[in-house]
Structures are given as C-alpha cells and as structure tokens.
C-alpha cells in the first residue's frame, strides 16, 4: 500500500513539473512576442514622417496638385528665395489631345516629377509648353522637355532673357501667335506691360474662365510685392489694370505663388503696388 502511495506522489510531482515547465514556456513567449509588438509598433509610428512627400527633406524633389476643374490642374513646386522656402505655381491642362503645361516646376529634378505623374496620374503626352517669364521658378525645367523633343512656346523678349540666363531656348511665338489651340480646347496669352517683369504675360482659358496670372498677380495672403528686382513698381499697377479689363469675366484667378482666388487678387495686387508708392 505505502508502494503505491509514493508511486502516485511522484507521478503527481512529475505532472506538476511539467506543467510547470509549460506554463513557464508560455509567460517566456509571450514577453517576447510583446516586446516583438512594441518594436514593430514603435517603428510603424516613424514611417508616415519618414515617406512624407512634402517633407522638408523632400520639397526638393516633389510636386502638389491642386484641382481647379477636372480639365485644370496647378502642380506647385518649392524652391528657395532669399534664404526662405516658397511654394511655385504652374498649370496643366488636359486636353482629348493631351497635356498642356504652363510653366515649368522650379528645379530639373521636380521638372521629371512632372512628367512621370502627367503620364501616371492622367495618362497623357505634353503637347507643348508656355513659359510666362524668365525666371528660374517658371522655367528652370525647359531643358528636359526640350531633351524630350517637346515644343516650348514663348514671347521673344522672354526668349531673348531666357537665352542670356541659361534657361534653355524657347520657340519665341507667342508676339503673333497668341491663341493656341490645344484639342478641345484653347489658350490666350495676353502682355499687360512691364510689371513684376519685363516680359511678363498671363494665360487665358476661355472653356473654363480660368486666368493664370502668374508672378503678375499676388495671392490674397501675400503682405508684399516679393522679388521686385526687375519690377517696374510704377508700370505695374497698370498692367494688372488692364488685365482686369481685359477678362472681367475671370472666374478663377490663379497667382504666381500661393493660393488661387478670383478677380480680388488683382484688386490685391494693385492695393499693394499703391501702398508701395507711397
């Protein structure tokens, strides 16, 4: 009887042993499958700051659109000016023939964003390219369409300015030809005179209403005229006016830096250029 008494016991401790093993197995994996969680979580937390594609680290290289109608989109690039970091605004308009774009992005490497994402996003070729003045922000990117055999279409002062700058060469047709037809559409340019600079021009859409007044015209948050290097501050105020005269019937304004409005932005920029004067 006592033999079978202590063959029970030890049967029972070896139970107990290995249950004991077991239930320490499973508290060892289940601290390590938490600390494996709390890792995987902490280093899922760092990604969205790192794949930010308007990061600072990353402004260099990426582009915003900006719908205005389904036709009519601003794609704004960054650069730098003065030490401080501004937003660029361009167009591109789709056509049933395909892309047109104003303006250029402010660098090469934002200029070949543009391309991948006009083919990406809407799934069509540039047909030609206007440039609305001779600086960097608007066509720092012309050499790459015309690596691309992509027509480039400008007035024959901005040519002129452009060629002396190292922009690249444009096809200066715009003195005579300034309505373009473009599929479905169609494009008007328009010189107001001297302003923000010598060449300065704006870009009609008559289907949609749509002004582009480029580096002309300021945003409604814009507190002062910016780079007036080449500005003639007396000129200026004149040549928004008749570009208000012009397309009164402008239902959406759209400024060469910030954020697009209606015809207040004018009105705006030659609040401004009055104020300045004074």
């Not at 660029?88 to 391309?115: H, R, S, Y």
Request: aromatic share 8%; proline share 4%.
């Amino acid at each position: 009887m006592d033999f079978f008494r202590l063959r029970n016991r030890l049967n029972f401790i070896s139970r107990s042993s290995r249950i004991g093993i077991l239930v320490l197995i499973f508290c060892i994996g289940f601290s390590l499958l938490h600390c494996h969680l709390q890792i995987t979580s902490e280093s899922t937390s760092l990604s969205p700051n790192q794949s930010n594609p308007t990061s600072e680290s990353n402004l260099s290289t990426s582009l915003e659109w900006i719908k205005i109608k389904e036709t009519v989109w601003i794609h704004r690039s960054f650069g730098e000016f003065g030490g401080q970091l501004y937003s660029a605004n361009g167009l591109v308009i789709l056509t049933n023939k395909g892309a047109v774009v104003v303006d250029t992005p402010w660098t090469e490497a934002q200029t070949e964003v543009l391309f991948s994402e006009i083919q990406v996003r809407f799934q069509k070729e540039i047909l030609f390219l206007i440039v609305t003045h001779a600086h960097d922000d608007r066509m720092a990117g012309v050499p790459l369409f015309q690596n691309k055999n992509i027509p480039v279409y400008s007035t024959s002062l901005t040519a002129k300015l452009a060629k002396e700058r190292g922009f690249g060469k444009t096809n200066p047709i715009l003195d005579i030809q300034t309505r373009l037809p473009a599929g479905n559409q169609s494009l008007e340019v328009f010189f107001p005179g001297h302003g923000h600079s010598a060449d300065n021009i704006v870009v009609w859409l008559p289907e949609t209403h749509i002004l582009f007044g480029g580096c002309l015209v300021k945003a409604l948050d814009a507190k002062d005229l910016g780079n007036t290097k080449e500005a003639d501050l007396n000129e200026w105020p004149n040549a928004v006016k008749r570009v208000l005269s012009r397309y009164p019937d402008a239902e959406v304004v759209v400024p060469g830096h910030g954020d697009w409005g209606k015809l207040d932005l004018l009105r705006h920029t030659i609040r401004l250029l009055v104020s300045s004067n004074h």
